[in-house]
């Protein structure tokens, strides 16, 4: 009973001193972000990387997605009579919630896990500290070029998540409900205002920033040996992953403010 | 090619001991946590000479290295490079520092994303004030000519054998034109004879350059070709200093051990 409890609270503390740890790296992100020299070759790589590794699998989801929510809720909304409204609810479900977290979700498993097993690799074969004796500050060169990308790139994979989802859904209103395509585009348009766009947009900024951050923080910290570079990949997208739900929590609580104003 | 040296050793330490030491170290410690691996090490490398330092896997070797380019802080001592405090400078005379000292990496630590070429020219994207007016290209030719590798400039890392790796490592190690070399056990992870090989591209080097070079490992064959003085590092401290004839002869049980 005893060692239960001590072993939950070493498990506390040490939760508490990861988050500790992770705030310093972020802090240590914001004071290096602004800082001359620019590595804006490896940044523009960094951001083709991200796209090019996540983009497929975000289309994917996302098409499915809109075809999934739309046969599911179609019968539902059918029976009250309120098939009409079934753009605008679609258009809301995705753009407000759906696409930014599924798309920051696929991120964490690919985006994540990648950049914690290549910087955790380069930490152990010593590729950080020949670097860092070579005269490039690595942070800056590694961390810095691939937090900013992640930051970057994930609004702009939201962006393509929701438009093939909306697409998805139009087909199925298309093939069941013959909808063409300009009034479903419209309804969709006309049920979203900047009150939907902005937030979901800056959320995005915020779900990538976590994605790059947990990536590098844990790659940077790994531990000796490849089976380290293994456990490093895992953890950055549990870690990731969850803070990903924290933040949409977050998210929702303060968007949540503002409508009711 | 394997011979002993010793008449070019005495000559060695007769004139260095007159020179003043490019690199002091005195009374070095450094823990990490609890676990104190170096307990007031010492150690004085004068110009063009070759200090070997053996010491078990795990003594503390890379430690002591990795101090002096400030890659790890001591807790306490003494720490010269060309009359430096190395602790003590701030980033732009440590950058500066450090095109000075080259320093190979035991496991060959080339960047896996980047080529050859790339791996080469990625010391001098921050240092293009060393180039002295040469172009980048014939820099990066030459050094790869000096290690026999020119045709595998446009290689990725993972398309080169374990030897190949350590001789691109070495010319990216000496496309600054370092006056001093740490090599952190060269030959680690080679097969005997391509080690030997890695050896003697090593003595090479050092004839062209020459530069003084600070060797660490556990190869014994390594040692005694290569050192002009050897150091024994047990138990964090210096235990024991001299050429590699003289050591090879002492009776101490520690010492004696890595002669075995
Ligand atoms: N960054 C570090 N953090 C904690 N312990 C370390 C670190 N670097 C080295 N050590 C410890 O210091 C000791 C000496 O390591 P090292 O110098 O790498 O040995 P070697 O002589 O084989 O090169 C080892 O026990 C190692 O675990
Ligand atoms: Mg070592």
Redesign the pocket.
């Known amino acids: 009973m005893i060692s239960a409890l001590k072993h939950a609270f070493s498990g506390l503390i040490s939760n508490l001193e990861e988050t500790g740890k992770v705030t310093r790296f972020a802090l240590r992100y914001f004071r290096e972000v602004f800082k001359p020299p620019f590595e804006f070759r490896e940044l523009l790589r960094q951001c083709f990387l991200i796209g090019n590794k996540s983009l497929f699998l975000v289309l994917m989801t996302g098409f499915i997605m809109g075809l999934v929510l739309t046969l599911q809720i179609r019968p539902t909304m059918m029976e009250f009579g309120a098939e009409a409204y079934m753009p605008s609810m679609v258009g809301i479900s995705i753009v407000r919630e759906i696409g930014p977290v599924i798309t920051a979700l696929i991120c964490a498993g690919k985006v994540a896990s990648g950049i914690g097993a290549e910087l955790g690799s380069m930490k152990v074969t010593e590729q950080i500290d020949a670097m860092e004796v070579s005269g490039t500050n690595p942070f800056k060169f590694l961390v810095v070029t691939r937090i900013t990308a992640a930051t970057l790139m994930l609004p702009i994979l939201v962006i393509a998540a929701d438009s093939i989802a909306i697409f998805g859904s139009f087909l199925v209103e298309n093939i069941k409900g013959e909808v063409s395509w300009q009034l479903f585009v419209n309804q969709v348009f006309s049920s979203l205002d900047f009150g939907d766009l902005i937030p979901s947009t800056i959320k995005s900024f915020f779900f990538g920033f976590a994605i790059g951050l947990v990536g590098c923080y844990k790659g940077y910290h790994s531990e000796?040996g490849t089976a380290g570079v293994g456990r490093t990949a895992n953890a950055a997208v549990v870690m990731a992953s969850l803070l990903l739900f924290m933040l949409d929590f977050i998210a929702v609580l303060i968007t949540d403010i503002f409508y009711e104003i | 090619m394997i011979e002993s040296n010793s008449s070019r050793v005495d000559q060695m330490t007769a004139s260095s001991t007159a020179g003043s030491p490019l690199i002091r170290v005195q009374n070095l410690k450094?823990s990490?946590?609890d676990?104190q691996?170096l307990r007031g090490f010492n150690l004085e490398l004068y110009p063009n000479e070759n200090l070997v330092i053996v010491?078990?896997?795990?003594?503390?070797?890379?430690?002591?290295i990795?101090c002096m380019v400030r890659l790890?802080v001591p807790d306490e001592g003494e720490l010269f490079v060309f009359d430096q405090s190395v602790p003590d400078l701030d980033q732009n005379e440590l950058d500066q520092l450090r095109t000075e000292i080259g320093f190979l990496f035991?496991g060959s630590a080339l960047y896996d994303s980047m080529t050859v070429r790339e791996n080469l020219l990625f010391p001098m994207r921050r240092h293009s004030d060393r180039l002295r007016g040469e172009d980048e290209t014939s820099l990066v030719e030459e050094a790869l000519e000096n290690v026999g590798l020119l045709d595998a400039i446009d290689l990725l890392p993972e398309e080169l054998s374990g030897g190949m790796k350590r001789r691109v490592a070495l010319a990216r190690t000496l496309i600054l034109k370092p006056r001093i070399i740490l090599y952190?056990?060269p030959t680690s992870g080679l097969d005997p004879i391509t080690g030997k090989e890695i050896i003697q591209l090593i003595l090479e080097v050092q004839k062209k350059y020459k530069t003084a070079s600070l060797i660490?490992t556990?190869d014994m064959d390594c040692a005694r070709v290569i050192s002009n003085r050897m150091i024994i590092?047990v138990d964090g401290v210096n235990y024991a200093e001299g050429t590699y004839d003289v050591l090879s002869k002492m009776t101490d049980p520690e010492v004696s051990a890595f002669f075995k």
């Not at chain 2, 010491?55 to 070797?61: C, F």
Request: charged content about 30%.
């Open positions: 000796k | 450094k990490f946590g676990h691996v010491g078990k896997s795990g003594s503390g070797k890379s430690v002591l990795k790890l035991q952190d056990e660490i556990h590092l």
